[in-house]
C-alpha cells in the first residue's frame, strides 16, 4: 500500500447545499495549506479554518471551511483534510481539481476504509459494515450494521479465535515435548475446547437466517378465501392503493408484491389471489401460484372474514398452512365481533388491531431477540462461508481426537479453523479478496 495522499469528493454528485472533499495522507495538510488563502501550517488537530480555495493562479474558486485532523486520530489514521465548499458539480470538481493539481491523487473506491483497515483502525468485518450502513434500506439493517461497525461480530470472532489459538499453543508443547510432563492439556481439554468453539460459531451460523430476513426483508405471504380482504390489509400495510379492492371474490388473480417496513422491521409482502376451487382457467392459475407462494414464505398471514365467520374453506387453508410460521388474521372487526381466538383482530379499512400485526412478526421472526439483546447476526455471505470452513475443521479435529490421531494431526485442523475465522476479520484472508471487498465501495469512502 502506498501512503501516497489521495483526495476524492465523498459526498454525491449533484447539486446539494454543501459538498465535502475528503484529503489523506502524509502530504493532506500541506496540499491543502497550498490551495487555500489561510495558513494551515501550524493548524491544530481539529479545528476548523474559514477561508477561499484558489487554483495555481490565485483566482478564488470558492468559500470553503476547511477542518484539519491529524493523524492518529482520523478515520484513516493519516492526516486528514476535509474540505466543505459549496455544493454545485462544477465548484466542486473545481476544487477537488486544484488538490489533485496541488500533488494529491484521485481516490481508488474504497481507497480511506482500506486505509483504515489496512493502518489497524478496525478490521475487514467493520469495513464491511460501513458498505452496509450506507447500504441499508431498513431500520434494522441499520441498527445491525452499526453494531457490527462497533465490532460486536469482531469480538465474538476474536475470542474464539484467542480459545483456538491458546489451545493450539498448549498442543504445541505437547508434540515438541512428549516425553515430558510440561503440558498441562489433555486429551479432554481439547475436546471440551473444541466443542465449546464450534458450537459457538453454530450459533453464528444459525443466525444467518436472521441475517437474510434483515437484509431482504421477511417474505410474508397474505392468504385466505376470496373476499376477505387480503388485498385490502397489503393496501393497509404499504400506505397506498397498490392492489384493486372489490366486493367481487376473486378479484386478485396475480401475485401483488410490495417492500414495506412495519415498525421497522422489513417486509415483502405479498398478495395473492383468493384460494378456491374455480372452474375460471386465469383464476386457477392465480390459486396454484398462491400455493406455491405459502411455500416459500418466511410467514404467512391467513386472512378470515370475522363478518362471514369460518367455513369449509377457510378449514382447508389453515390445514394446508399448519405447518408454517403463521398468523391468523380476523378482518372486518368494524362490522362484526371477533370472538375469543386464537388470532388477531384487525380492521383494514380502520387500522384498528394492526399494531399487534407488526408486534406478532417480529416475534415470530425471532427478531425480538435480535433487538433487545443486540446479539451479533451474520448478514454477510462470505461470513457464513468463513464460519462454515471453520465449523467443518472443528469437526474434522473431533473425529480425529476421537479416533485416536496424535496431537499434531489434530492440530492441523484447528489451525484450519483458526485462518477461517481470520478471514472474517482480514487477519488471514488473501489480497485479492481484500481488493475485492474495497472495489464495492464508491469513490470517497
Ligand atoms: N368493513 C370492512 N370491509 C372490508 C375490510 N377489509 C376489506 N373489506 C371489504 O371486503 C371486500 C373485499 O376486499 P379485498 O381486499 O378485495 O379482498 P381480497 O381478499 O383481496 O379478495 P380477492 O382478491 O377477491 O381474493 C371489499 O369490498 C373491501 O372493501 C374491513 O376490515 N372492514
Ligand atoms: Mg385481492
Redesign the pocket.
Known sequence: MSNRTIAAISTPQGTGGIALIRVSGGDAVKIADSVFTGDLSAAASHTIHYGYIKNKKGERLDEVLVTVMLAPKTFTREDTVEISCHGGSASTRAVLNAVIEAGAFPAEPGEFTKRAFINGRIDLSQAEAVIDIINAKNELSRRNAVAQLGGTLSKEIKSVRDELVHLSAQMQVLIDYPDEDLADVTKEDIEAVCGGCAARVARLIDSADSGRIIKEGIRCAIV?K???????ILNYLAGEERAI????????RDVIEESVSVNGIPLVLS?T??IRDTDDTVEKIGVEKSRRYIDSADIVIV?IDTASGIDAEDEAILEATSDKKRIVLY??I??ADAEDTDGIAV???TGEGMNGLADEISRLCGLDEIQSENGTVITNMRHKAALIGARDALARSADALRAGMPEDIVSIDIAAAMDALGEITGETVRDSVVADIFSNFCVGK
Request: charged share 20%; no cysteine; aromatic share 0%.
Open positions: 385466505g376470496p373476499n376477505v380482504g387480503k388485498s385490502s379492492v372489490t366486493d367481487v371474490a376473486g378479484t386478485t398478495d389471489a383468493g386472512v378482518n372486518k368494524d362490522i380492521s383494514a379499512v
